[in-house]
Protein backbone atom coordinates (compact mmCIF):
# COMPACT_ATOMS: atom_id res chain seq x y z
CA UNK A 1 0.00 0.00 0.00
CA UNK A 2 2.70 2.14 0.72
CA UNK A 3 4.72 1.36 -1.99
CA UNK A 4 1.81 2.13 -4.34
CA UNK A 5 1.36 5.78 -3.19
CA UNK A 6 4.98 6.62 -3.23
CA UNK A 7 5.10 5.58 -6.86
CA UNK A 8 1.65 7.68 -7.50
CA UNK A 9 3.48 10.82 -5.42
CA UNK A 10 5.61 10.33 -7.71
CA UNK A 11 4.03 10.02 -10.75
CA UNK A 12 1.87 13.31 -10.14
CA UNK A 13 5.46 15.09 -9.34
CA UNK A 14 6.82 13.99 -12.62
CA UNK A 15 3.68 14.77 -14.64
CA UNK A 16 3.50 18.36 -12.81
CA UNK A 17 7.21 18.71 -14.03
CA UNK A 18 6.44 17.90 -17.57
CA UNK A 19 3.75 20.00 -18.22
CA UNK A 20 5.38 22.71 -16.23
CA UNK A 21 8.36 22.50 -18.54
CA UNK A 22 10.73 21.71 -15.62
CA UNK A 23 12.21 18.62 -17.04
CA UNK A 24 13.68 18.29 -19.83
CA UNK A 25 15.31 20.38 -22.45
CA UNK A 26 14.17 24.06 -22.89
CA UNK A 27 12.76 24.64 -26.94
CA UNK A 28 14.53 28.24 -26.37
CA UNK A 29 16.45 30.57 -24.47
CA UNK A 30 14.18 32.89 -23.07
CA UNK A 31 14.70 36.27 -21.33
CA UNK A 32 12.16 38.03 -18.90
CA UNK A 33 12.29 41.24 -18.76
CA UNK A 34 12.60 43.03 -15.33
CA UNK A 35 9.81 41.89 -12.65
CA UNK A 36 6.87 44.54 -12.78
CA UNK A 37 5.52 45.74 -9.12
CA UNK A 38 2.11 43.85 -8.32
CA UNK A 39 -0.41 46.54 -9.43
CA UNK A 40 -2.80 44.83 -6.91
CA UNK A 41 -0.58 44.47 -3.93
CA UNK A 42 -2.34 47.43 -1.94
CA UNK A 43 -5.75 48.41 -1.42
CA UNK A 44 -7.71 50.81 0.33
CA UNK A 45 -10.82 50.00 2.79
CA UNK A 46 -13.02 49.85 -0.08
CA UNK A 47 -10.65 47.16 -2.08
CA UNK A 48 -9.73 49.81 -4.54
CA UNK A 49 -6.25 49.87 -5.23
CA UNK A 50 -4.40 52.67 -2.99
CA UNK A 51 -3.49 55.50 -4.64
CA UNK A 52 -1.61 56.88 -1.50
CA UNK A 53 1.77 58.50 -0.76
CA UNK A 54 3.72 55.45 -1.72
CA UNK A 55 2.12 54.95 -5.16
CA UNK A 56 2.41 59.28 -5.90
CA UNK A 57 6.02 59.15 -4.80
CA UNK A 58 7.09 55.76 -6.75
CA UNK A 59 4.60 57.46 -9.49
CA UNK A 60 6.51 60.86 -9.38
CA UNK A 61 10.56 59.23 -9.29
CA UNK A 62 10.43 60.03 -5.98
CA UNK A 63 10.90 56.92 -4.94
CA UNK A 64 12.84 54.16 -7.02
CA UNK A 65 11.58 50.70 -6.90
CA UNK A 66 13.11 49.01 -4.43
CA UNK A 67 12.60 51.86 -2.20
CA UNK A 68 9.02 52.12 -2.75
CA UNK A 69 8.79 47.82 -2.21
CA UNK A 70 10.71 48.30 0.84
CA UNK A 71 8.73 50.82 2.51
CA UNK A 72 5.58 49.36 1.60
CA UNK A 73 6.51 46.06 3.04
CA UNK A 74 7.54 47.89 6.28
CA UNK A 75 4.28 49.35 6.11
CA UNK A 76 2.91 45.79 6.92
CA UNK A 77 4.46 45.66 10.23
CA UNK A 78 5.05 49.32 10.97
CA UNK A 79 2.69 51.46 9.42
CA UNK A 80 2.62 54.43 11.67
CA UNK A 81 6.40 54.45 11.00
CA UNK A 82 6.19 54.53 7.08
CA UNK A 83 3.03 57.26 7.82
CA UNK A 84 5.54 59.45 9.86
CA UNK A 85 7.91 59.36 6.97
CA UNK A 86 5.88 59.57 3.78
CA UNK A 87 2.24 60.93 4.73
CA UNK A 88 -1.01 59.33 4.03
CA UNK A 89 -0.19 55.26 3.70
CA UNK A 90 -2.89 53.02 3.15
CA UNK A 91 -3.43 50.42 5.54
CA UNK A 92 -2.46 47.01 3.72
CA UNK A 93 -4.82 44.07 4.15
CA UNK A 94 -4.08 41.05 5.46
CA UNK A 95 -4.20 39.41 2.06
CA UNK A 96 -2.07 41.93 0.86
CA UNK A 97 1.18 40.75 2.60
CA UNK A 98 1.82 37.73 0.03
CA UNK A 99 2.42 39.98 -2.92
CA UNK A 100 3.89 42.97 -0.67
CA UNK A 101 6.73 40.79 0.16
CA UNK A 102 7.26 39.25 -3.49
CA UNK A 103 7.28 42.71 -5.00
CA UNK A 104 10.27 43.28 -1.97
CA UNK A 105 11.93 40.14 -2.75
CA UNK A 106 12.04 41.01 -6.63
CA UNK A 107 13.26 44.69 -5.79
CA UNK A 108 16.33 42.93 -3.51
CA UNK A 109 18.70 44.38 -5.98
CA UNK A 110 17.69 47.50 -6.08
CA UNK A 111 17.84 48.09 -2.37
CA UNK A 112 21.19 49.77 -1.06
CA UNK A 113 23.38 47.40 0.80
CA UNK A 114 22.37 49.41 3.99
CA UNK A 115 18.30 48.90 3.24
CA UNK A 116 19.16 45.04 2.06
Known sequence: MRN???IAVGAVIALV???TGALGAPSKTRRLGP???SPHAF???QGQVAQDALTRAL???ELDRGEYALARARSLFHLGKVREQYGDVAKPAPRDATLIL???VLAYRQLSDGDR
Open 102 to 104: RDL
Open 17 to 19: LTA
Open 35 to 37: ARL
Open 4 to 6: SRF
Open 59 to 61: KSK
Open 43 to 45: HDD
